[in-house]
């Protein structure tokens, strides 16, 4: 299982972006996947997470700007982040499980992580 993140870039406060996260070989539907994001200097922190009935999980940070879908038959997750802030500034991950389903990065498959970037 790999998994390709794209749809980074820089934005002003305010802006808006739409990661993506595409996978490749075989996934199950019922895996879980989520976002997550890294600061230089900091833990590496739960965005939101979608399991496979599409139910959700967000971070109190995020909630009410950032929303995270899936396209199963497309084998991609989604992230569109609104009203976006300085502090949303890091990288951002997408990870997919079996097993585990939540905001802690305890998940299996990583992808490799592409840039946000939020100027005041």
């Known amino acids: 299982v790999q998994l390709q993140e794209s749809g980074g870039g820089s934005v002003q406060s305010g802006g808006s972006l739409r990661l993506s996260c595409a996978v490749s070989g075989y996934i199950h539907s019922t895996y879980c996947m989520g976002w997550f994001r890294q600061s230089p200097g900091k833990e590496r922190e739960g965005v939101a997470a979608i399991d496979n009935e599409g139910s959700t999980n967000y971070a109190d940070s995020v909630k009410g700007r950032f929303t995270i879908s899936r396209d199963n038959a497309e084998n991609t997750l989604y992230l569109q982040m609104n009203s976006l802030k300085p502090e949303d500034t890091a990288m951002y991950y997408c990870?997919?499980?079996?097993?585990?389903?939540?905001?802690?990065?305890?998940?299996?498959?990583w992808g490799q992580g592409t840039q946000v970037t939020v100027s005041s």
């Open positions: 990870a997919a499980d079996l097993d585990f389903c939540g905001l802690s990065p305890r998940y299996n498959y």
